[in-house]
């Protein structure tokens, strides 16, 4: 199934606050993590990922570092910040109403078929 | 034979030469094309398979590989990602030149314009007339050149050009009685004032943020030296020109004073913002190398300076053209060191330059607090002008710049801060400039009395 540029887009963020609350991480992972989660239904692109983090860091809510793995790779994390996690809780509720609005439609929808 | 890392390396240089990427983005993206290398190859791909399926993945990400494949070079990925050359981009930049064009056109018609009301650019009496007025005929054109390529909407576009206007308006309205010195002042400060207008056009939205600002600067820096390749061209054309009709024995040297002359600085100017904007990569990798070479070399001067200056014991002779001459030297010292920290890269460890940078700054900061205690007295006898009151603040405004870096400096040698703090402060003290330029170039002639 491919799911819409715009959904992508707008559910980019919270995905991305909530995947670095579980723990700091870097791009490749966190695509990796999106695929994984979605079971292989979200494909993120690099091209959309690094603008987006680089969004998020300019607005304070996420930082990076650098750091070098135990390959010897230089890896650059990011690390959610108080503020993040605010933006995240927000979002988080904005989302549930969303999702609850739909839900509610379409248990409604097979109500009226049945009837 | 493939080479992994050689292929890589041809790579990082073509998103290099792209423009658009930090060198912090790059070492993000190519750790990214490592992984994804890494992983491929455990799966049981070769090296140069594993390359270019990783490659094509980042690459089809976005308008980075149809920049990729643009590029000339006989790479074994080039072959492999000949995407049709980008269309829109091309459009662009055609759309580009097509403004370069006419806004040269039109900023040396506007300069001839005045003519035709009997203000002749080489009669003296309309000398104060162009004087105050030479930034108003190039920089709208280039602001707009700016807002037509951000396409940016009617708001900016208001704002940007009512300030123009008003600021047209402010300086022809003012009376001036001779010796004309705030006229002249308001003229000399003007441009720099509507430079950084200019700038706000330039950055877009986000005029007041640290990354913006700071691509600014260096698109300032770049564009200087762009101008200064350019006008030397057109000096030589001016030159050549005349030298061959004079073999036939016309003169040239009028047309060439009051066409060439003038059309040329206006092209120059379109051309090198143009090309500044355009062709970044060229000169950012050449800029750098300029300040790291001169870099050194002031600051050898300068403690040379600085050492006869007290073995000697002399202290410099204080009139208002040496004043002026330590602005100059404050505001190439800053010239080095903007050049330098715009440079670099953010996430980069303490290195030699930034050491140099410190002494550099320094060094020039001891130099002006002996000229500056030296004036201070001297001006205080012998009463205030206009001229010595806004060389004066030149100083302190440049002082102040110079000071907050080294003070910055200091704190991220000591890694109380990061760099991106260093570089917030510099680019949050723009608006000290803008502040100072409009304080002469509005301010001034009313506290004076238009003298």
């Known amino acids: 199934m491919n799911v819409s540029k715009e959904l992508i887009a707008a559910s980019a963020t919270p995905l991305l606050l909530a995947i670095l609350k579980a723990g700091d991480s870097y791009g490749y992972a966190i695509i990796k993590r999106v695929k994984e989660m979605s079971n292989n239904e979200l494909i993120w692109s690099e091209g959309m990922l690094y603008p987006v983090l680089h969004r998020l860091e300019e607005q304070g809510l996420i930082e990076s570092y650098w750091y070098k793995s135990e390959a010897g790779r230089q890896r650059k994390y990011y690390r959610i910040k108080e503020r993040g996690l605010q933006e995240l809780e927000i979002q988080r509720k904005q989302w549930e109403v969303v999702v609850a609005a739909l839900a509610k439609t379409w248990s409604e929808g097979t109500i009226h078929k049945e009837g | ?451």
């Open chain 2, 1 to 451: 034979m493939f080479d992994l890392e050689v292929q890589i390396n041809s790579w990082r240089d073509h998103l290099r030469a792209r423009g658009n990427f930090t060198e912090t983005d790059i070492r993000e993206l190519e750790s990214h094309l490592r992984d994804q290398i890494d992983d491929l190859i455990t799966s049981g791909l070769t090296a140069d398979e594993a390359f270019l399926i990783s490659l094509k993945r980042l690459g089809n990400a976005d308008a980075i590989s149809n920049e990729y494949a643009k590029v000339n070079t006989d790479n074994l990925w080039k072959h492999f990602m000949l995407d049709p050359v980008n269309p829109q981009a091309e459009r662009q930049n055609r759309r580009d030149i097509v403004m370069v064009v006419l806004f040269t056109l039109l900023a040396g018609t506007l300069l001839k314009l005045p003519e035709l009301f009997g203000l002749k650019m080489s009669d003296a009496g309309s000398e104060l007339f162009y004087v105050k007025n030479r930034s108003l005929f190039i920089l709208p054109f280039v602001a707009a050149f700016f807002l037509i390529k951000r396409g940016a909407e009617t708001k900016a576009w208001w704002m940007i050009f009512g300030i123009f206007a008003l600021a047209a308006v402010v300086v022809n309205i003012y009376p001036s009685y001779a010796p004309h010195h705030t006229a002249m002042l308001s003229g000399l400060h003007l441009p720099l004032f509507l430079w950084l207008l200019t700038g706000a056009a330039y950055i877009g939205r986000d005029w007041q943020g640290r990354q913006g600002r700071m691509n600014f600067i260096r698109f300032s820096g770049e564009a200087f030296i762009y101008a200064v390749l350019v006008m030397a061209g057109v000096m030589v054309l001016g030159v050549f020109t005349m030298a061959i009709f004079e073999s036939i024995g016309i003169d040239a040297e009028v047309f060439f004073e009051q066409y060439l002359l003038i059309y040329g600085v206006c092209a120059a100017a379109m051309i090198s913002i143009y090309l500044a904007d355009a062709k970044k990569s060229i000169v950012e990798n050449f800029a750098p190398i300029l300040a790291k070479i001169f870099s050194p070399l002031f600051l050898v001067t300068l403690v040379c300076f600085l050492a006869v200056m007290v073995v000697t014991g002399k202290s410099p002779f204080m009139e208002r053209e040496f004043l002026i001459a330590f602005d100059f030297m404050l505001a190439m010292i800053l010239g080095l060191v903007l050049y330098v920290i715009s440079a670099r890269d953010i996430n980069q460890p303490v290195n030699l330059f930034d050491y140099l940078n410190l002494a550099l700054i320094v060094t020039a900061l001891i130099i002006d607090g002996v000229a500056l205690s030296a004036i201070l007295f001297r001006l205080s006898a012998f009463g205030i002008t206009p001229n010595k009151v806004a060389a004066l603040g030149e100083n302190l405004v440049l002082l102040g710049n110079l000071a907050g870096l080294a003070w910055m400096y200091g704190r991220y040698f000591k890694k109380k801060i990061n760099f991106t703090r260093l570089e917030k402060w510099q680019t949050d003290y723009l608006n000290v400039y803008l502040a100072w330029t409009a304080f002469v170039a509005f301010i001034f002639p009313i506290i004076f009395k238009f003298v």
